[in-house]
């Protein structure tokens, strides 16, 4: 194993990355045609395994997919990816999509699905940017109306990523017809009155694995907690917007379109909410 070829998994057996290939006609290549999920490793424990099993399994059934593996198959194969990584945190990727077929929009009869998985060491936010909060730019959502289904398909969220970066800010906030969505690659959570308020897990946003860690810590922490629809206008004057996301955990925002927002750093809520999930994290 050398560092520039990682050892990942195609389709039953583990390989250096750069022997891994497929056809051309592979239908996440050209339609975008799979589902996936990335899931954070600390210390060679992957966390919440179970519910990015379950939300896989949701996925594949949405877009109307078999399912490759069974979650005991998943777990096994996963757990042999991470220990054959020379590093111990890990962010695992692994992705299904509907195989390799002759180009035709219609579902191949037949086909085996391809399956995927990869892993990269964890990079989480640096001291700074949890101390000192990060920027985001803000836009209209204009991705399709089913942001609930992990799919490969991401041009709407590259797009919108793309936005961040060319503004050097981190993340690109999202709003339909007037209401907070979700962020390119993170949901968003806003306080307001001193309670954390977090748009429902609906169509049009993912249901993030780090969205529900952040509810079930905030409540645990006796933090008041509602989750209902977030105006445009109450989001840009809530005492705090948080991002959340597997690699990002709780990332406060303290910069809003290059004016800073609310007090220009992280909240007093957001600072205990950050503590408790902190300790609730494998170490
Ligand atoms: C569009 C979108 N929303 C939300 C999230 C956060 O989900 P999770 O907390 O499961 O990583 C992601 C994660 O990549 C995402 O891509």
Request: aromatic share 8%.
């Amino acid at each position: 194993m050398t560092e520039t070829s990682p050892i990942v998994y195609l389709n039953g057996a583990f390989v250096p990355l750069a022997d891994a290939r497929i056809s051309v006609l592979d239908r996440g290549f050209i339609y975008g045609d799979g589902v996936y999920e990335v899931v954070p490793v600390y210390q060679r424990q992957p966390f919440r395994m179970a519910q990015h099993l379950a939300r896989l399994a949701r996925s594949l059934d949405g877009v109307g997919m078999a399912h490759p593996m069974t979650d005991a198959q998943w777990m096994t194969t996963i757990t042999e990816l991470i220990a054959r990584q020379p590093f111990a945190d890990q962010a695992v990727y692994f992705q299904v999509t509907r195989g390799v077929a002759k180009r035709d929009h219609a579902f191949p009869k037949g086909v085996e699905p391809t399956v995927f998985m990869m892993s990269n060491p964890l990079v989480l936010p640096s001291q700074g940017q949890v101390e000192r909060g990060v920027a985001v730019v803000t836009a209209e959502d204009n991705r399709w109306h089913r942001c609930d289904l992990k799919t490969t398909s991401l041009l709407g969220n590259v797009l919108m990523r793309q936005l961040a970066v060319e503004a050097n800010a981190v993340e690109t906030v999202m709003f339909r017809d007037g209401y907070l969505t979700e962020a390119s690659a993170s949901n968003v959570l806003a306080v307001i009155d001193g309670t954390v308020v977090a748009p429902p897990k609906d169509h049009l946003i993912l249901p993030g694995i780090t969205y529900d860690a952040t509810l079930e810590v905030t409540r645990a922490a006796g933090v008041p907690l509602v989750v209902r629809p977030v105006t445009r206008a109450e989001a840009m004057a809530a005492d705090e917007l948080w991002l959340s996301s597997s690699t990002k955990e709780v990332l406060a925002i303290t910069t809003v379109d290059g004016k800073p927002f609310g007090a220009g750093m992280p909240g007093p809520v957001f600072r205990k909410v950050y503590a408790a999930f902190q300790a609730t994290k494998p170490h």
